[in-house]
């Protein structure tokens, strides 16, 4: 069965002290994998996609990287203004277009 | 662009009502898919239209709940009869010629 499991499911920073999320999945086929920002009230942001295994792309602080069984998403001296939820999703390649969110890793980044 | 939109933001029923939530997706975008998120489920995918066709309606949880698509620029779910466990955030996102999906705002249901 298709499976997004992210971790942890919250997280405190204090500013400037770096961390990574991550986010393990288990799919028959990957055809994509999403980072999302969401703030509370508010739909999911787009940040990154990633589709193959050794692959980078980074956004400000934020830096994605995917293997083949999980991605991370690092924060490098993050900000108060980066606390929201993180929500990892992939997009499957069996059958029609699939797409399976975690659950999210909610951040606080403390001032 | 103006995004994917949605209406209306918020909407507070009773158990009963029907309920009819809207969306108007980017411009160019052939792909529409609605969500729903809660707290206990996080976000699940409820059905799929591909160049205004239902596609996978798999995640559409009964009868009750119905999507159409009826132009490339009005999307609409409904729920008939609504249920105090419909209540949730609703969400619309499209997708264009990439694999990423935008999305909209989203339609905070309660139902009484």
């Known amino acids: 069965e298709d499976q997004v499991t992210q971790s942890p499911e919250a997280l405190r920073l204090q500013e400037g002290e770096s961390s990574s999320l991550n986010c393990s999945y288990t799919v028959s086929g990957l055809r994509g994998l999403f980072w999302y920002r969401q703030d509370p009230g508010k739909g999911p942001e787009f940040l990154f996609t990633l589709y193959s295994a050794g692959e980078e792309k980074e956004k400000e602080r934020l830096k994605a990287t995917l293997t083949k069984k999980e991605s991370f998403l690092h924060i490098t001296a993050p900000k108060p203004e980066d606390s929201a939820t993180y929500l990892c999703?992939?997009?499957?390649?069996?059958?029609?277009?699939?797409?399976?969110f975690g659950t999210g890793t909610r951040l606080k980044v403390l001032a | 662009d103006a995004g994917v939109i949605q209406s209306p933001r918020h909407e507070v029923t009773e158990m009963g009502q029907e309920v009819t939530l809207r969306c108007k997706p980017i411009s160019g975008h052939n792909s529409l898919f609605w969500y729903r998120q809660t707290m206990m489920r996080g976000l699940e995918l409820l059905i799929y239209f591909n160049n205004n066709v239902p596609i996978d309606d798999s995640g559409m949880p009964e009868d009750r709940f119905s999507a159409k698509m009826p132009n490339a620029s009005f999307s609409t779910l409904k729920i008939q009869p609504s249920e105090p466990r419909d209540s949730a955030v609703y969400f619309c996102?499209?997708?264009?010629?990439?694999?990423?999906?935008?999305f909209g705002p989203g339609t905070r249901l309660t139902v009484l």
């Open positions: 999703a992939v997009c499957t390649t069996s059958g029609t277009y699939k797409y399976i």
């Open positions: 996102a499209t997708r264009g010629g990439t694999d990423t999906q935008y």
